[in-house]
């Protein structure tokens, strides 16, 4: 009998270790989201899913920098936040950025119904939030080692200044010490490294409109860099289909609404940015195949050129039919799930 009570204990024990090595294999991703938002309707989406996996459990939106340098970027971003429920998360923006015009969607966050904000938020103004770079300092310092993913979908300003910040109050090391020391992963939204459209010298938009900076990322950032090339979003289009019909449970949902205002005429859009987030949040889930290591080299007119190189931190993402229908699915249901109460 003791000793039946002795191994019933130890299956006991073994049972409670197993469980709490899961848990700790299943802590959230402590992510960062990096956006261009307005130039495209894919971030929103992206915004979307993080939201949704953040409900899940499985990552932490530690807080938003923004690329794109107009004032109603950041309050755009509050509203989304706030229609997830989490309208405390911090927001940075960009001083003298890129493309300052509006968009098709970013006035949303302006638009009044009886005095009141359509979408509610509490930032009013880009230029009330604080800079990106200062935020970014701010939240990798607070963070364990080797901990935080960042997913970058938009321009490089933000992260190649990170790059060049000095010392200041929230950490005594430099930008690239503190990315060293803090930052496990950078999945980055950009550049193209199979032929579009029979183009093999295709000049991806992200990297094209703050090429200085992308070099600079690609030449000097300090931990591994996983790509998502241009042709990786176009093989998953988001369904129309899913707009009309999955969003239905809120009378007026912003993502679907700026869907609906961003692609004009109607049909399905390229899912870009959502494949950075997916893979930041979900690497080892099979959802992609990864390159060999190597270099990327930005060239002088935008153009990303991949070079194999075993001790290269640079890999970028590949796709089968297989994934690209798993991926479709997960990214559907992600983008569409209703807000966790």
Not at 17 to 46: C, H, K, Y
Not at 229 to 257: L, M, T
């Amino acid at each position: 009998m003791l000793i039946e009570k002795f191994a019933i204990r130890l299956t006991l024990t073994a049972v409670l270790m197993t469980f709490s090595l899961s848990a700790l294999a299943a802590e959230p991703v402590r992510l960062i989201f990096d956006t261009d938002i307005g130039n495209d309707v894919d971030d929103v989406q992206a915004l979307g899913v993080i939201h949704a996996l953040q409900s899940r459990g499985a990552c932490q939106l530690l807080g938003v920098t923004i690329t794109k340098d107009n004032e109603l970027a950041g309050p755009f971003i509050d509203l989304i936040n706030t229609f997830y429920h989490r309208g405390d998360i911090p927001i940075g923006t960009v001083r003298q950025g890129k493309t300052p015009e509006p968009g098709t969607y970013l006035p949303l966050a302006a638009e009044l119904i009886n005095g009141k904000f359509r979408y509610p938020h509490d930032l009013l103004s880009s230029k009330d939030a604080p800079e990106a770079v200062g935020l970014l300092r701010k939240l990798l310092a607070a963070q364990p080692d080797g901990s935080v993913a960042i997913a970058q979908v938009g321009f490089s300003t933000n992260l190649a200044r990170l790059l060049d910040s000095k010392a200041d109050d929230w950490s005594p090391l430099s930008g690239r010490d503190l990315i060293k020391a803090k930052v496990s992963l950078l999945s980055v939204m950009a550049g193209a490294f199979q032929p579009i459209n029979g183009n093999a010298h295709y000049c991806e938009y992200n990297v094209v409109q703050d090429i200085a900076n992308c070099r600079k990322l690609a030449d000097e950032w300090p931990t591994p860099v996983v790509w998502s090339g241009f042709e990786i979003g176009i093989a998953v289009p988001y369904p129309e289909s899913s707009i009309k019909r999955d969003y239905g449970y809120s009378a007026d949902h912003p993502v679907a609404e700026s869907y609906r205002r961003y692609v004009m005429p109607p049909g399905d859009r390229p899912t870009w940015d959502l494949t950075s987030v997916l893979y930041a949040v979900y690497p080892d889930r099979g959802y992609f195949d990864l390159s060999e290591p190597g270099r990327i080299a930005v060239e002088g007119d935008g153009f990303t050129k991949f070079a194999p190189d075993a001790q290269g931190r640079h890999r970028y993402l590949k796709l089968t039919e297989t994934q690209r229908t798993r991926v479709l699915e997960a990214l559907v249901q992600l983008s569409s799930q209703p807000p966790s109460k």
